[in-house]
């Protein structure tokens, strides 16, 4: 029970935050609702929002669906189960709790790989935000958010680590007026 409270707080939370991030976004929501409606049908050229709100004002960046992981690096690594379960460890023991829980576990050895091959992801430039899996699952959104005139937003939220939410808002609520 305590974990159904526990979601419906968070969906609840995630609720707010989008109406605020709407809100403060709101000019260029209007931009880019606009722009959406002038796609008649839906590509990868179809311009989307990505919302960093991990600063006291969020920033609206406009990006087509089919460059999103130029706006948003995504990971190859992240969405593994062992990192998922090293991810879950960290919250509740910290980080070298967990990293010396994973690396002595039953699986130590694949996960050594799998966290080397996540260390030379973050290397490699910027910080990947989220993983492949969930960056497709936002292409696939979005094609269903423009089938039903709306504009498809991702949010990179603050935290340690932070948190991405995706939503879409419809086009005729962003350009009332």
Known sequence: MQTANRAANDRTMDRQTIQNLIKQCSVGLFDLACAVSGHPSWDLSLPVGVIDARRTK?????SAIGTINSTLKASSTIAHPLMVQLFERFEDVGLEQALTEMKNGEEGEAFA???????DERRSGDAPMWSIEDATAFVVQSREAHADREVACVAVLPGEPHRIITFSVPIAFLTRD
């Open 58 to 62: 969020p920033k609206l960046i406009v």
């Open 113 to 119: 790989e799998v966290w080397q091959a996540y260390r």
